[in-house]
T-cell receptor, first 112, second 117 residues
């Protein structure tokens, strides 16, 4: 089972920052938080990941709370092309190795 | 960046036939690949972990005889849907982890839309 919970959907105005929250209250100390997004009928695209510190790359910023029980993905200037389903994922340890188990994700709609 | 190629992107087949889907890591070696299935407006469901040179490991509830996985080389994994039926119609997606990097990133293929008539 997925170890994260996210809001079902969010709307954001074009050009504004999109802040997508995620709860992962059962995360272990050495587990990373990953963010992927999926545009309709395509494979998921990696966005960013982090462990403890806040992270930033060319796509987004990731803010992780000090207790690591939640995080927020920030798209600083959302565009229409950022409309997608955003998945917050914590790696799950399986019997034969680690794996990524996707939750329901957040549908982000960027509107003009 | 790393690229995972998945082929075909779309396939339509008759009920009872078998369909093979290929997943290739184009510029990196991947000991481990993953196969997911996705129904419309639903999230990705992990089906199995494909391990180069050994048997795949299947998630609970996934029929290993129905969904045959072969990972014969470090750059290729295949998923064969055997004796396909309409309920097997779905979007299938593969992903691969680069052996050269730490575990943290998976690269996904563009998916295969399977329609069984």
């Amino acid at each position: 089972d997925a170890k994260t919970t996210q809001p079902t959907s969010m709307d954001c105005a074009e050009g504004r920052a999109a802040n997508l929250p995620c709860n992962h209250s059962t995360i272990s100390g050495n587990e990373y938080v990953y963010w992927y997004r999926q545009i309709h009928s395509q494979g998921p695209q990696y966005i960013i990941h982090g462990l403890k510190n806040n992270e930033t790359n060319e796509m987004a910023s990731l803010i992780i709370t000090e207790d690591r029980k939640s995080s927020t993905l920030i798209l600083p200037h959302a565009t229409l092309r950022d409309t997608a389903v955003y998945y917050c994922i914590v790696r799950v340890a399986g019997e034969y190795g680690n794996k990524l188990v996707f939750g329901a994700g957040t549908i982000l709609r960027v509107k003009s | 960046g790393a690229v995972v190629s998945q082929h075909p992107s779309r396939v339509i087949c008759k009920s009872g036939t078998s369909v093979k889907i290929e997943c290739r890591s184009l510029d990196f070696q991947a000991t481990t690949m993953f196969w997911y299935r996705q129904f419309p407006k639903k999230s990705l469901m992990l089906m199995a972990t494909s391990n180069e040179g050994s048997k795949a490991t299947y998630e609970q509830g996934v029929e290993k005889d129905k969904f045959l996985i072969n990972h014969a080389s470090l750059t290729l994994s295949t998923l064969t849907v055997t004796s396909a039926h309409p309920e097997d119609s779905s979007f299938y997606i593969c992903s691969a982890r680069s052996d050269q990097d730490s575990w943290e990133k998976l690269f996904f293929g563009s998916g295969t839309q399977l329609s069984v008539l």
